[in-house]
């Protein structure tokens, strides 16, 4: 129905090497793009915490597709990386992308040199992906979510390529503090303690920066950030579109340099000590919270599209390996009584639904959404004023199609295995902290008993009665089979 059904079982990757060959500054030709992809703000159901009532009702912020291109030369090899304010992309989005670009550029731009990513934010609209268990709660595919968005990505490229021109791209990296918290910290002690001991904490605080510098005036056009924390400072009963903590980090970095630039006369490299600057900083933190009131115009409004005459800066806040990261850093309590959860099945007294995380601006998620953004905001900029490093060298990429669900794997005693197919456990009903699932789960269940009068209990036995399947999730009591699912769609 949605194309490509061969695809259904396999993972998707876009890796881009660089090999650090000594050259002269200004190697690369290198552009940014930014386009407005928000979407509709009346009736569609939220993409991320697969909540049926959720469904969009007004605007906090507007969603944007932001992306650079690097390129060797006018004709050489090159690649294109675009972040979306999106829970996620999709292959629909990027077959349907890669289509609109060949028309424009012929093989210039492919499969393999094109890579689309999300921000994982859990309040933008959704209806936009081909596999069916994401398209439950939208009550199916939504073409205006989907054409939003595809033509955001397909702007914000031409963007990118219209003003490429000759520059240089420095890299940095620094820990960041405080910006996320593991959600399943009971799970994470299940690893080896050998490998725990590797690791001074059981999250990723690492966040990478890559600069942009226009070559003939020195000046950045634009810086991509990687950081590990989940879109869901804003919570599951939202209904206010918004591109959560890394939207907000994303406008406050854009307008935090247009500022700087017009009202300073100090190279870019020093713009750090404008930080103290309380007003610059106000100016940037234009999102202000409403203690869980609607927005107000002030608050809701967006940036209109923005044209790119040659001087645009992107600044882009992408996600990197989140896994159980949360934004919601003071950790999680049982709305009933205000005591922490059960540590090893996050609920409370059994009660998965009553176990919800606390962001720092508790109880009001636009101010936490601002906090988080501006955490990420802050160390984007101590990065990007403190760059230095530079890339050099020829441009390469990779990309491979591979089905994860039939690898053979040896075990020790040179017993080998093969994987299966998808399938969601009685864990994965339970949701988590973030967004807490159906009443009678918890995390970390395997085994569930379930009720005559459940729906779910035709589907479990369907699937018990595939033995090869069974056999090789283990322990794991099914629930779903969710490759079955994925063939439905057909």
Not at 36 to 41: E, L, S, V, W, Y
Request: proline share 4%; hydrophobic share 35%.
């Amino acid at each position: 129905m949605y194309g490509h059904p061969t695809l259904h079982y396999f993972f998707y990757t876009l890796v881009v090497i660089s090999a650090l060959i000594f050259g002269a500054n200004g190697d690369y030709l290198i552009g940014v793009g930014s386009y407005d992809m928000t979407g509709p703000a009346g009736g569609v159901n939220m993409m991320g915490y697969g909540n049926f009532d959720q469904n969009t009702a007004g605007i906090h912020f507007r969603l944007r597709a932001r992306t650079f291109i690097v390129a060797q030369s006018s004709d050489g090899p090159r690649f294109a990386f675009v972040n979306l304010d999106a829970g996620m992309a999709s292959q629909l989005l990027t077959i349907e992308v890669l289509q609109r670009l060949q028309k424009r550029y012929g093989d210039l731009y492919n499969e393999e040199n094109v890579a689309i990513s999300g921000t994982h934010t859990h309040a933008g609209p959704g209806g936009y992906l081909q596999y069916v268990i994401y398209s439950v709660t939208s009550l199916g595919f939504v073409p205006q979510s989907f054409d939003a968005i595809i033509t955001a990505i397909e702007l914000s490229i031409a963007q990118a390529h219209d003003n490429l021109k000759p520059g240089s791209i420095f890299i940095n990296t620094g820990d960041l503090e405080n910006a996320g918290i593991n959600r399943s910290p009971s799970a994470y002690l299940f690893n080896p303690p050998e490998e725990r001991a590797r690791y001074p904490r059981d999250i990723d605080t690492l966040m990478t920066l890559l600069k942009f510098v226009d070559a003939e005036n020195g000046k950045s056009i634009g810086a991509f950030t990687w950081f590990a924390t989940h879109g869901t400072s804003m919570s599951r009963d939202n209904k206010f579109i918004s591109g959560d903590n890394k939207g907000a980090a994303a406008r406050f970095f854009e307008d935090w340099f247009t500022s700087t630039s017009k009202n300073a006369s100090t190279p870019i490299n020093n713009y750090s000590k404008k930080l103290n600057n309380r007003g610059l900083l106000e100016k940037a933190a234009k999102i202000k919270a409403t203690g869980g009131q609607p927005c107000s115009n002030t608050t809701s409004q967006g940036f209109k599209v923005r044209k790119n005459d040659g001087s645009l800066f992107v600044g882009a806040f992408c996600q990197s390996n989140v896994g159980d990261v949360s934004p919601n850093v003071l950790g999680a309590f049982c709305t009933d009584s205000g005591l922490p959860c059960d540590f090893n099945h996050s609920s409370c007294h059994g009660n998965d639904t009553l176990c919800v995380g606390r962001g720092p601006g508790y109880p009001d998620e636009i101010l936490s959404t601002k906090i988080m953004g501006e955490r990420q905001f802050r160390k984007a900029v101590d990065l990007f004023t403190s760059a230095k490093e530079e890339l050099t060298g020829k441009i390469d990429y990779r990309h491979v199609y591979l089905n994860f669900t039939n690898l053979e794997v040896q075990l020790e005693g040179n017993e080998v295995v093969k994987t299966c197919p998808a399938a969601l456990g009685p864990g994965f009903a339970a949701g988590t902290t973030d967004g807490p699932g159906v009443f009678g789960f918890e995390q970390g269940d395997t085994e569930v008993s379930i009720d005559p009068s459940m729906k779910l209990k035709k589907i479990e036995t369907t699937t018990l009665t595939q033995p090869k399947l069974y056999n090789s999730q283990s322990k794991v009591k099914l629930n779903l089979n969710s490759s079955t699912l994925l063939h439905n769609l057909n």
